[in-house]
């Protein structure tokens, strides 16, 4: 009744071309950004900031970036742990070299920095596919923990090894650092995501996005009407590194505020974010965003429930962590193989023909 | 989504809220690690158990231990600090070198002491800068020291031109010592030969065949979880002299030795608390704790040697807490009381023989200029075949005159990285 493009008429090409066609969508949208900009900042606390907003907004800028990677362009990669890394160190290195330069500048090079270690990387992908290309960024990702543990230019050869993140400040604001307020960290990281989802959403919408999807359904077709292949897969990787680069460095500089390659950018962070590429759907922004949801807060749900509310112990309630994410993930790939952004997907088909399906 | 945030909330706001004094307790009983970080954190349970159901607490304000599993990760280290600083917690001890650089300025900006016993950042011991961080009554430099003071006394005190090894965690935790062994291998003409072991140290045969070809005289080891049992197997499959190969407190437990059998036979490691459970204490954790089905965990782990260390921790912890409470005045302090406390402790043979703890640990005092105690430590040996431990030196001295100036030169950097201005 309400979710339906009748009776919505456009009147200029830029209004038929909008991401949201439907009024409904259009509205709910704007309704999202209100609450999570004007609302929220206003309620949250130290541990719903770090525990649940903060981890979820990168990790869906993470997921961005590998969906773009994975999703659109069909090459895969177990490499995002390394490539956050890249982020990280390189945001690291940027704000000790250059005290005086604005942290979301930082953060922007940072992304740049990746995005062109990533293309390195993606290099391979013009000859090998499928498994053999996971394969050559699994090596990535050893090979870049490996680097940042073992030259220690990258940690200013501090004796720990690790890299910790210096207080720095937006309009004032301090935004990394200790003192950090938990709203300011929030609405960092909340700037990045709208930018981030944004940029990814009109690039897949558009000519490079058409691209990068022919090229994940059909190489050989997508070549021969006129899809120059190494260009949409390098590009791919490229914007996916931006992404995935911007996520490390604000995942070290906001979030941890303080790292080491190996435990905080270790193997189990790709799968992480590989799951919830393929929990929340592969090829859909709005998916990345699910998954990253779905996996940063599960865990910390299961987490207050079963040690916080029956009271069980530790160990015990982090091992069925692992069985019930683990049994979840099979079960979603059995029953929706197309993750979370297929049942909204769904929901969304039903909601146009309601309250009359027939 | 919506839904799930309000089930949270709801479960959160559910858990009640009364006058008690808060102990977080980040343990690991999962992972690589759990080995180890089990009977540790049973120890550290069992003796605020045993305070609650025979004292009734601390000076009358009973005693709660919030448990949170971190699988010896510095980031999930991080998630449980901030998830259970909201509960007043007292004193955070993460277990982990890693953990502790990483919340000493979070914990600095909260004021919640951290006590980083035996581990965590070295130069935390000089308090004018670390106004949060304790680390008595040892620290990891003094470890060093003592490892090769332990080796000067074998050899009559001449070990120039001698190879020594130190196989590594590599981690914050296992590159901790490099620095002063460095220094130290000036003083006294000795070569170092730094092999690292990745995380989770299952796999170390290219490290130990590196050891065999360069046939080290020495090899002293940072190691912890499965790493320390792998290395000692390895060890004995290349047929090292086990009396040359030290490790330090942290891989020194019944769990890393056990494993190779007889071939662990005259392993070093150091320590600095006593070991074994012949103490009267034992007699009231049996009583009160055990045999009222109220042990932490499996309750398999009382008397192991990381039992005894946890139940160390705590017991420091539950002394500063008395300490912290008749320099208030408040039975039920705040966290910056037990800051204020722990900066007073002071432990004595007298006090600890009340407790029932004779000649357990170093007697120490601290200050706000040294928050790390006297940084005494002592050797001791395994004989597998009696399977226990023994103490083989007394509790001996570390180089103050190599590790002063460290402590004093890394904590000045980190002064001025972090804009503290030094003070007492």
């Not at chain 1, 301090?174 to 003192?179: K, Y």
């Not at chain 1, 916080?308 to 112990?313: I, K, M």
């Not at chain 2, 029932?356 to 000649?359: E, H, K």
């Not at chain 2, 790390?372 to 940084?375: A, L, Q, R, S, W």
């Given at each position: 009744m309400f979710y339906r493009e009748a009776g919505d008429f456009s009147t200029t090409y830029s209004q038929d071309s909008q991401?949201?066609?439907?009024k409904f969508d259009r509205y709910r949208y704007y309704v999202v950004l209100a609450v999570a900009f004007l609302v929220v900042p206003f309620f949250i606390n130290d541990y719903w900031a770090n525990a649940v907003f903060v981890p979820f907004l990168i990790y869906a800028i993470a997921a961005i970036g590998l969906n773009i990677l994975t999703?659109?362009?069909g090459q895969v990669s177990l490499g995002t742990g390394g490539f956050m890394a890249v982020g990280a160190y390189a945001c690291y290195k940027l704000m000790t070299g250059f005290p005086d330069v604005s942290i979301v500048i930082h953060v922007l090079l940072s992304g740049g920095i990746t995005a062109a270690v990533v293309t390195l990387f993606g290099l391979p992908s013009l000859r090998i596919k499928g498994f053999y290309l996971a394969v050559a960024t699994l090596a990535a990702q050893f090979f870049l923990v490996w680097l940042f543990n073992k030259v220690s230019w990258f940690y200013n050869y501090s004796a720990s090894g690790q890299i910790s993140a210096p207080e720095r400040s937006v309009f004032g604001v301090?935004?990394?650092?200790?003192?950090?307020e938990a709203w300011a960290k929030y609405l960092i990281c909340l700037v990045f995501v709208t930018f981030c989802a944004i940029v990814a959403r009109n690039l897949t919408r558009g000519s490079v996005g058409r691209k990068w999807m022919a090229i994940r359904d059909m190489d050989i077709a997508a070549e021969i009407i006129g899809v120059n292949p190494m260009a949409a897969k390098l590009t791919a990787f490229m914007v996916s590194g931006f992404f995935v680069g911007i996520a490390g460095a604000l995942f070290f500089?906001?979030?941890?505020?303080a790292a080491e390659a190996n435990d905080s950018f270790g193997i189990d962070k790709s799968f992480l974010v590989l799951f919830m590429v393929i929990i929340g759907g592969l090829g859909s922004i709005f998916g990345s965003f699910a998954g990253a949801a779905f996996m940063v807060l599960l865990p910390v749900l299961l987490k207050n429930v079963l040690v916080?509310?029956?009271?069980?112990?530790t160990d015990l309630a982090a091992h069925l962590q692992f069985i019930i994410s683990g049994s979840l993930i099979i079960i979603f790939l059995i029953?929706?193989?197309?993750?979370?952004a297929q049942l909204w997907r769904l929901a969304k088909e039903k909601l146009r023909l309601w309250p009359f399906p027939h | 989504m919506k839904l799930l945030s309000m089930t949270v909330a709801a479960v959160m706001a559910a858990s009640p809220v009364m006058a008690d004094l808060v102990f977080p307790s980040l343990s690991y009983?999962?992972?690589?690690y759990a080995a180890n970080g089990i009977p540790f954190a049973d120890g550290y349970e069992d003796y605020f158990t045993l305070l609650n159901e025979?004292?009734?607490?601390?000076g009358g304000v009973p005693v709660r231990v919030i448990e949170c599993e971190t699988g010896y990760n510095a980031e999930k280290g991080i998630e449980c600090y901030e998830a259970t600083k909201?509960?007043?917690?007292?004193?955070?001890?993460?277990?982990s070198t890693a953990t502790t650089y990483q919340m000493i300025p979070k914990a600095t900006a909260d004021g919640i002491p951290v006590h980083s016993m035996g581990y965590g950042?070295?130069?935390?011991?000089?308090?004018?800068?670390?106004?949060?961080?304790f680390n008595y009554p040892a620290n990891y430099w003094d470890g060093a020291s003592h490892a090769i003071n332990h080796i000067l006394d074998v050899n009559g005190g001449d070990i120039s031109g001698k190879k020594i090894a130190l196989v590594y965690h590599n981690s914050a935790y296992g590159k901790e010592p490099i620095r002063t062994l460095e220094e130290l291998s000036k003083k006294h003409g000795y070569e170092l030969m730094p092999v690292a072991v990745d995380?989770?140290?299952?796999?170390q045969k290219s490290q130990w065949l590196q050891i065999r070809q360069q046939r080290p005289d020495y090899v002293l080891m940072w190691g912890w979880g499965v790493m320390n049992q792998v290395a000692i197997q390895e060890a004995a499959n290349i047929r090292?002299?086990?009396?040359n190969f030290i490790g330090i407190w942290w891989s020194g437990s019944e769990n890393d030795v056990l494993p190779a059998g007889a071939g662990a036979d005259g392993y070093k490691a150091l320590t600095f608390h006593n070991i074994g459970?012949?103490?009267?204490?034992y007699d009231d954790l049996q009583k009160y704790v055990v045999d009222a089905g109220k042990?932490?965990?499996?309750?398999?782990?009382?008397?192991?040697v990381l039992y005894n260390r946890g139940m160390y921790a705590a017991m420091l912890a539950a002394e500063a807490a008395k300490t912290a409470q008749e320099l208030s005045g408040?039975?039920?302090?705040t966290p910056a009381e037990m800051r204020a406390g722990m900066e007073a402790l002071e432990m004595t043979e007298a006090k600890m023989a009340a407790l029932?703890?004779?000649?357990f640990g170093p007697e120490f005092k601290v200050s706000c200029e040294n928050h790390?105690?006297?940084?005494l430590g002592a050797v001791k040996q395994w004989d597998a075949s009696a399977g226990e431990w023994s103490l083989i030196t007394g509790y001996e001295a570390s180089d103050q005159d190599v590790i002063g100036p460290l402590v004093e030169e890394d904590s000045a950097a980190f002064a001025a990285e972090s804009g503290i201005t030094p003070s007492c």
């Open positions: 991401t949201f066609p439907i999703g659109y362009c301090i935004v990394t650092g200790p003192n950090t500089a906001v979030y941890l505020g916080g509310g029956l009271g069980w112990p029953m929706e193989p197309h993750g979370l | 009983r999962t992972g690589p025979r004292d009734g607490g601390i909201g509960e007043g917690a007292l004193v955070y001890q993460p277990l950042r070295t130069s935390a011991k000089n308090g004018a800068v670390f106004s949060n961080i995380h989770p140290g299952q796999e090292y002299n086990m009396e459970r012949d103490y009267p204490l042990a932490a965990g499996a309750g398999d782990q009382v008397g192991t408040n039975a039920d302090i029932g703890l004779p000649n790390g105690g006297n940084g």
